[in-house]
């Protein structure tokens, strides 16, 4: 979830067809970013919040640089 209009419209309509519903931010650059920013990540966790969800941020810097990053570079 990046706290963003897409992602808290999916995940409150979700909650509103009774499904079990979890708020995910993969925290993926290092700080200073645009993406992912921590602005983002609590705005993700408030509408949480507010859905009565739970919220966790996972880090994936390493997965993500290993896996996407680096080969999009060396391209």
């Known amino acids: ?3 963003g209009t897409d992602s808290s ?3 409150a309509m979700l909650v509103d067809q ?5 708020g995910l931010t993969a925290h993926m650059w290092k700080e200073g970013s645009r993406c992912c ?3 983002d990540v609590e705005r993700a966790r ?3 919040a507010y859905l ?3 919220h966790y941020v996972v880090n ?3 997965i993500f640089t290993e896996k996407s990053d680096n080969p999009i570079v060396r391209e």
Do not use: D, K, P
């Open 1 to 3: 979830m990046s706290g």
């Open 9 to 11: 419209a999916a995940a």
């Open 18 to 22: 009774g499904c079990e519903v979890i």
């Open 37 to 39: 920013s921590l602005e």
């Open 46 to 48: 408030n509408f949480c």
């Open 52 to 54: 009565g969800i739970r």
């Open 60 to 62: 994936t810097q390493e």
